[in-house]
Structure formats: structure tokens, C-alpha cells
């Protein structure tokens, strides 16, 4: 008899209505996603504005809704005005975070009108590395401010005459970091970001700023950071930043499956370290949390050092991780955990969308390709939106190396009250055991098994590539559901999207 686990599922145990922007994306100027990635003039597929027409049917399919851009590192030494006006006039720059010639071909207006054609919104991240206050004001003028002033005219001469309105900026990124240009300590950043989101808020009150949290759990200044910065930021910042990677180098899958309760951890810790700061200060306002770059980061590290020891190379293949099955079920749990935390989680990016680290994958003569990564992300962004209900789980357990026990089983839930149709996203991270899933789910009164999605490969290290999707979803025969119950076997090593429907709609 194999494995069984039980869950309580009702309309009642709500979590949050799910802020669309978790299932947001980044595009960075690095590598080949903005060069040879989303833009590609003279590629067969290439549209008016030179970006590729067979990406951006990929982004679309993903439905990104907000993208966060242009970095990153890169951010921390961009001159924003090399990046507008007339094209040929650009100049050259010295590219220091990843040691590449920025040409400044893409800038801000072209990525603005990629963005639109990918149907997602800018998420702009600001230079508070090597610049600061009057810079991002200047920015912030140019993008937002309907005209009559300096550099609003300035957007009008550059051929946008209507303000682009973008409303979530980063106030810079990873600035804890020793790795970044004009690293700070927690006391300078959190009394620049006061002051930058002070003055920023006078020009357009109705953006939304996020601050730098810790660039990862592991910093040595980790929770103390986001305690410094919010003490000094905290009335003036409406989120606050998460960044994380996972990589399986020990070559422990199990292990490495069990990383998503790290990212539990990470944002359990950050929430209470946010609400510690609003206790101090007696605030009535709850701080957000901003996830803005996740995913599997390592497969391409060495690769990497070789491509950096001969530097200045215009779009050279950077951290282009050719992800694997297994990459494909963390990123499921990661995503899983997000939708349980998505009371606090309203922002969320997977770093990057193409090319680099990046779902989608590009040929330069050739086509486009969704790696194995794709199909979770692309899973929860179609059925994960709605409203997060708490699945009450239990779940056998399995013995790993780093994490000690770990739960089988993982699962989060998504009502569509619009559509009505429940779905229960769930990872099978035993890779030995089979595991039975029982649901009382019957406060869902006529509601009848629709579909069983499922992601599966007996090797966890299958990968796809151009023209070749080894790893791919189908439809299964593995739900029944009867009075109220369902039934459902969740395979060892499997992603599973099983959706529920009120009857009459099938
Ligand atoms: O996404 C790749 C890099 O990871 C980003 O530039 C940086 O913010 C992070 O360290």
C-alpha cells in the first residue's frame, strides 16, 4: 500500500486574495536577455521595433504581469540618461557588474514598448549605488511627470508624450552586498532610502517603492539589515525585498527539494522582523514583502568565471542555466510556498524570463524554447489566481541530509470564486514513494474533478532543449472524487495541478 496523505481544504480557510504581481518576471541587462534574447533585429521573427515576436508569444503564454528591469547589479551603475534619446547618440559604457560593453541599443523607452507587447508593466529599479536622490528624482520625473518641467520635456523630445506612469520602483538592489557598486552599510542605505523615498513620493504620490532587504538568509547582516533600514525607511517604503537561489552542488536531490522550506523560513523571519519595526514604532501600516528574485541558480557558475576572465564582450552567454526535471519540481515548491505566504507576498519575480536563468531560452538562428522551469510557473500563473485558502495537510515524512525530516508532501490552493474552479498545486518531493492524497474538500458542494496536470520524468536530471521537450505536462487519469472527497495519487517526484470545477460548468 503506498503512502497516504490527508487534507482539510474549505472556502472558509482563507488566506489572501493573490496580488497577480507574484507571478512577476526581471529582465536584467545581462548576457543575452536583452542582446540576442528579447531583441533580435534582423531575427525571422523579429517585429518593427527588432523584438522577437517568438518570445513574446512565450512571455504572453507565462502572462507576466509586471517585469522588473534593468537590473539587478547592472542597476547600481546605470546612467539612465545614456539610455534614452536618439539611439546612434547612445554611448558605450564600461558594463562593471558583469564586466560586458553596454551599448545602449535597448533603453527605456524600447523596453517599455517590449513590455507593453508582452503584456506586463515596468517594475523600475533605481541606481542607488553609485548615484542617489536627485538622480532618481530626475528619473522618476522623466517616466512619470505629465510635462512642463526639465526632464518631462526632455521624455517628450525623446518621442514619449505621455507620462509612462510606472508605479512600483526599487529603491535600488542587494545593497548589502560587498559584490555591488556602492555598497552600503545598513545605516547608509536605510537613511537613503528615507530620503530618496521621501523626495520621490513628493514628485508622484502614488508610486510604490520597495526597499533592499537582505540579498540573501545567508548575509551576515541578515535580519539585522532589514531592522536598521526599516527603523530609518519604514513610513516612506510600501515593500520590502526578498532574494534567493538554490542550487543542488552537493548533488543530494532530496536535500535539495527540501530548500523551499527555506524560502518558508526566510519570509516567516522577514515578516516577523517587519512587524518587530512596527511594534517599535507603534505604526499603524503593515509592510509588504517583495520577492523580486528567486529561482535555481548554479548549473552555469563555472561556465561563468571562464566567460568573465575575458571581459567587455557585448552580450556574451552569462549564467545561462540549462535547467533540469528536478530544477522543475523546486520551482513548483518554491512557488507553492509564495501562494501559502501570499498574504504578505504581493510582489514576486522569477529572475530571470530569457536567457538568462530564464524559463525561456533562445537560438540565435533559431527558435525560441520553454525549459523544464516553465511549466510550473506557467501552471500557477493561468490557475493560481484567485484567492489562497490554507490547506490543512499531513503528510508522511522522509529523512534528508540537511533538513533532517521533511514533509512528502507540499501544497498550497487557489479559488477562482469568477470561474469557479479550485485548484490544489501539490509536489510529491519523496523520490522513492508513491503518496495516496485523501481531500475533504466539501464545502465545495458540486464540485467535480476537471483536470490532473502533471510534471514527471524517471531522470532528474532530463533537461529540454531546442526542439526537444523531454520534460512536459499532460493530462491524467489519477483524481476521483465522491461526496465530497477527493482521491488523488501523487506520483514520487511529481508536480501535480489538480482542478476542481462546479459541476453544471464542465
Ligand atoms: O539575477 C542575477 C543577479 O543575482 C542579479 O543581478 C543580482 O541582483 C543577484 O545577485
Redesign the pocket.
Known amino acids: 500500500m503506498s503512502r497516504q496523505a490527508k487534507m482539510i481544504l474549505d472556502r472558509a480557510f482563507r488566506i489572501s486574495e493573490i496580488d497577480q504581481r507574484i507571478y512577476g518576471s ?1 529582465i ?1 541587462h ?1 548576457g543575452r536577455a536583452v542582446y540576442n534574447g528579447i531583441y533580435q533585429p534582423g531575427h525571422p521573427s523579429a517585429n518593427e521595433d527588432g523584438f522577437r515576436r517568438d518570445v513574446i508569444d512565450l512571455v504572453r503564454e507565462l502572462q507576466v504581469p509586471i517585469v522588473r528591469y534593468p ?5 547600481s551603475n546605470f546612467y539612465w540618461e545614456d539610455s534614452v534619446g536618439p539611439v546612434n547618440e547612445r554611448p558605450h559604457r564600461l558594463e562593471l ?2 564586466k560586458s560593453l553596454e551599448k545602449n541599443e535597448v533603453g527605456l523607452h524600447e523596453f517599455s514598448k517590449w513590455a507593453k507587447a508582452a503584456g506586463s508593466e515596468v517594475m523600475m529599479a533605481l541606481n542607488l549605488g553609485t548615484r542617489g536622490i536627485s538622480d532618481a528624482c530626475n528619473l522618476l520625473e522623466y517616466c512619470n511627470h505629465p510635462g512642463k518641467t526639465k526632464y518631462s520635456d526632455l521624455r517628450i523630445r525623446h518621442g514619449q508624450k505621455e507620462p509612462y506612469g510606472f508605479k512600483t520602483w526599487c529603491l535600488g ?2 545593497m548589502d ?1 560587498p ?2 557598486m556602492g555598497h552600503k552599510t545598513a545605516e547608509e542605505y536605510g537613511r537613503l532610502a528615507e530620503e530618496t523615498a521621501k523626495a520621490m513620493k513628493l514628485i508622484d504620490p502614488s508610486i510604490e517603492l520597495v526597499a533592499c532587504g537582505s ?2 538568509r545567508d548575509m551576515p547582516t541578515y535580519a539585522l539589515w532589514e531592522d536598521q533600514v526599516l527603523s530609518r525607511a519604514y513610513e516612506y517604503v510600501d515593500y520590502l525585498s526578498l ?1 534567493t ?1 538554490f542550487g543542488n552542488r552537493a548533488g543530494d536531490s532530496s536535500d535539495f527539494l527540501a530548500k523551499s522550506d527555506d524560502m518558508d523560513a526566510f519570509i516567516r523571519e522577514i515578516t516577523a522582523t517587519c512587524d518587530y519595526v512596527k511594534a517599535k514604532k507603534r505604526s499603524k501600516k503593515k509592510m509588504y514583502l517583495s520577492f523580486d ?1 528567486w ?1 535555481v ?1 548554479y548549473h552555469s557558475n563555472s561556465a561563468d568565471e571562464t566567460i568573465m576572465s575575458r571581459p567587455w564582450q557585448t552580450a556574451p552567454s552569462l ?1 545561462e542555466d540549462i535547467y533540469n526535471f528536478e530544477d522543475a519540481l523546486l520551482t513548483g515548491l518554491m512557488l507553492i510556498v509564495l501562494l501559502r505566504h501570499s498574504d504578505r507576498v504581493r510582489i514576486a519575480c522569477l ?2 524570463l530569457v536567457n ?2 530564464a524559463p525561456i531560452m533562445t537560438e540565435v538562428n533559431g527558435g525560441a524554447w520553454r525549459q523544464t522551469i516553465f511549466y510550473p510557473f506557467l501552471h500557477a500563473s493561468r490557475y493560481g489566481r484567485g484567492t489562497a485558502l490554507w490547506p490543512i495537510l499531513s503528510s508522511p515524512e522522509h529523512e534528508t541530509s540537511g533538513h533532517g525530516p521533511v514533509t512528502d508532501v507540499e501544497a498550497a490552493a487557489v479559488y477562482n470564486g469568477e470561474k469557479e474552479e479550485l485548484t490544489i498545486f501539490a509536489v510529491n518531493r519523496n523520490l522513492a514513494e508513491d503518496v495516496a492524497l485523501t481531500a475533504d474538500v466539501r464545502s465545495f458542494e458540486g464540485f467535480a474533478a476537471a483536470e490532473h496536470i502533471v510534471l514527471e520524468h524517471s531522470d532528474l536530471k532530463a533537461v529540454n532543449g531546442a526542439g526537444q521537450e523531454h520534460v512536459k505536462p499532460k493530462s491524467v487519469n489519477r483524481t476521483a472524487m465522491d461526496n465530497g472527497t477527493l482521491t488523488a495519487m501523487l506520483n514520487k517526484a511529481s508536480w501535480n495541478v489538480i482542478r476542481l470545477r462546479r459541476e453544471e460548468r464542465r
Open positions: 526581471f536584467e545581462l537590473g539587478g547589479n547592472f542597476v557588474a558583469w538592489n542587494e552586498g559584490w555591488q540579498s540573501n532574494h537561489y528574485e529561482n541558480w549564467l529572475a530571470q538568462v536563468i
